[in-house]
Each structure stands twice: as structure tokens, then as C-alpha cells.
């Protein structure tokens, strides 16, 4: 069971705009701490795609976005493409565990 | 840039213990502000963070495993390295190194080494 809850998949035609989700607790996003998201490719190491929420960097195409609120964080991605086929994980810093956990990650499947 | 790569056995048997590397190449493993940590990927599931270590010598380990994990640091060698006793096969998984950079008080993960594959059987 993991501390971030994300869901197991998501799908979407090209072109659509797909969003993914990040629900942690009061020891973690809802703390204050940041939330920070990577993709991974099948038999590849994860890569970070958005850092503090909300920065990308450099080389992510902005059509990834991450935003936070309250004890939630989103990942959207718009102008969905063939190659955003990955599976997407979030992580964050945990007080109560006093170490950085993430997500149990969500496959997104571009049909 | 800086690099980082895996290496140890692949193969371990039960209750012995899993000893991996990192070599840190193309810049200092001392040199900044990065924490530098071990993450595990069993197969087919998700992320877990196994531990870490600061530049300054400060050490953390995920509570689930602290008992039987040890980072320790090798400077002259710029390494870094895993040891996790008493293994089973839940310990089975890919195991990756990797840096953590800051944004004020938050980290992430920006460099990754490309895994390594311990498989706990005999």
C-alpha cells in the first residue's frame, strides 16, 4: 500500500487532454511539502518530469502541467501523444515516516 | 554530465546479504548539495525509497527497512553503496541509484542510474 494514492491506469485518444492524480495526507502533501512527478518507459529508469509542483525541466514540453492543492496534486497532459505511453509516478517528503515516498504509479495508455 | 551506474551481483541467496555500488561519474560525490540515495522497483509494481545520505555524512532509511540497510560512502572512490541483510524474495526487485536535487526545502530525483536487477534465490 502505498502512502501517495495514484490510480492504476488512465487512457486517452491523441489529442485529448488526460489527467492524473496524487492523494496523499496531512503528513505529506497536506503539510506543505512538495509534490514531484516522473515518467517511466518499460525497462527504463524513471525520468522527473515536473519538480515543485509545478516546474518542468529543461526538455519536458509544456504540455505537461502539475499542480497541488490542498492534500491532492494533479499531473495533466494535453495534446496527448503515442509517446506519452508510460507509466507516471508521484512522490513527495513524509514527516510521520520522516523519509520521501511516492505514488504506487498509474499506467497511461494512449488508444 | 554527471552519471551514475549500478553494480553488484545479480543473484543473491536467501538470508544473505545484497550488496550493490553506485559509481558517480563526471562530477564529485561530495562536491554540492545532493543527497544520493537507493530506490528499489520490484517487478510489474511501483517506486520504494530504500535510503539515503547527505553530502555532509547524514544518513536516513525508510523506516520499513531500517533494520537491515546500510549506505555507506565511498569518497576516494566516488561511490556509494547499498547493503541489505537478511534478504527474501520480497527483496527481489531492480534497484537503482539516484541524486537528489533541491528547490528550497523540497527533493527530488534528477539523475538516475539505469537499475540493477537482484534476483533473491537459491
Known amino acids: 500500500q502505498s502512502v501517495l494514492t495514484q490510480p492504476p491506469s488512465v487512457s486517452g485518444a491523441p489529442g485529448q487532454r488526460v489527467t492524473i492524480s496524487c492523494t496523499g495526507s496531512s503528513s505529506n502533501i497536506g503539510a506543505g511539502y512538495d509534490v514531484h512527478w516522473y515518467q517511466q518507459f518499460p525497462g527504463t529508469a524513471p525520468k522527473l518530469l515536473i519538480y515543485g509542483n509545478s516546474n518542468r525541466p529543461s526538455g519536458v514540453p509544456d504540455r505537461f502541467s502539475g499542480s497541488k492543492s490542498g492534500t491532492s496534486a494533479s499531473l495533466a497532459i494535453t495534446g496527448l501523444q503515442a509517446e506519452d505511453e508510460a507509466d507516471y509516478y508521484c512522490q513527495s517528503y513524509d514527516s510521520s515516516l520522516s523519509g520521501w515516498v511516492f505514488g504506487g504509479g498509474t499506467k497511461l495508455t494512449v488508444l | ?122
Not at chain 2, 544473505?16 to 517487478?43: D, E, H, K, M, N
Open chain 2, 1 to 122: 554530465q554527471v552519471q551514475l551506474q549500478e553494480s553488484g551481483p545479480g543473484l543473491v541467496k536467501p538470508s544473505q546479504t545484497l550488496s550493490l555500488t553506485c559509481t558517480v561519474s563526471g562530477g564529485s560525490i561530495s562536491g554540492g548539495s545532493y543527497y544520493w540515495s537507493w530506490i528499489r522497483q520490484p517487478a510489474g509494481k511501483g517506486l520504494e525509497w530504500i535510503g539515503r545520505f547527505y553530502t555532509s555524512g547524514t544518513t536516513n532509511y525508510n523506516p520499513s527497512l531500517k533494520s537491515r540497510v546500510t549506505i555507506s560512502v565511498h569518497t576516494s572512490k566516488n561511490q556509494f553503496s547499498l547493503n541489505l541483510s537478511s534478504v527474501t524474495a520480497a527483496d527481489t526487485a531492480v534497484y537503482y541509484c539516484a541524486r537528489a536535487g533541491h528547490q528550497g526545502l523540497d527533493w527530488y530525483f534528477d539523475l538516475w542510474g539505469r537499475g540493477t536487477l537482484v534476483t533473491v534465490s537459491s
